[in-house]
């Protein structure tokens, strides 16, 4: 709030519910507030994220970039209503980890891998297995002697055939907030699907957006 009133007396501070329990109430009532005025000089605000329980993994995904999106405007912040706390959302991460989780990584847990399974990585690796082509090579094998590629659908059986490409391993995507579950200092990094179960356990469980208006 000091950031974003930043000392000065004329300027207008809204605070508006943001994500929680689907409500067509609040969405209306987002609707609303997102209207352009004449006097408004900063970003449109954002419509209401509502969640459900019956939400699917591109649902959740979907509210994950509406979240990040938020979070990512300079001239408003984000305030967590959690179980009997109010807090700044301070810092977003997200990651992939590998299948097997952080223990087949030799990481604790709730921890980003690094190195060879960290998310890029292992998307890049994903890509290349569905590929067929490891290490960026040509999955299509050549003879040695004529430089011509080798038909694997002539070869007579019993012979060597390509290795097909194994299926691509997916990895279990991990997005998390971090916030404060007593007191105002960052100290937690929550789990956005434990938000996400925060929010749908009660209707005053929000997620709340305040935005500076000059």
Request: some cysteine.
């Amino acid at each position: 709030m000091r950031r974003l009133s930043s000392g000065r007396l004329d300027v207008d501070v809204v605070a508006m519910t943001f994500m929680g329990k689907k409500s067509r109430a609040l969405a209306d009532q987002a609707a609303a507030l997102a209207k352009p005025t004449h006097d408004k000089a900063s970003e449109p605000l954002p419509p209401y994220v509502g969640l459900s329980r019956d939400d699917g993994a591109g649902a959740v995904a979907a509210q994950w970039a509406a979240l990040r999106s938020a979070f990512g405007r300079r001239d408003a912040c984000l305030v967590f209503h959690l179980k009997n706390h109010y807090a700044l959302v301070f810092a977003l991460r997200e990651w992939v980890e590998p299948p097997g989780g952080a223990e087949a990584a030799g990481l604790p847990e709730g921890q980003p891998s690094e190195g060879p399974t960290s998310g890029a990585e292992w998307a890049s690796s994903e890509a290349t297995a569905a590929e067929g082509k490891p290490d960026g090579g040509s999955s299509t094998p050549h003879s040695s002697e004529t430089g011509e590629a080798a038909e694997a659908s002539d070869a007579p059986p019993g012979t060597n055939q390509p290795t097909p490409a194994p299926p691509p391993r997916r990895g279990r995507a991990v997005r998390q907030l971090l916030t404060s579950r007593r007191g105002q200092r960052p100290s937690a990094w929550v789990d956005f699907n434990e938000a996400r179960d925060t929010m749908l356990g009660w209707e005053g469980y929000k997620l709340m957006l305040v935005e500076r208006r000059s």
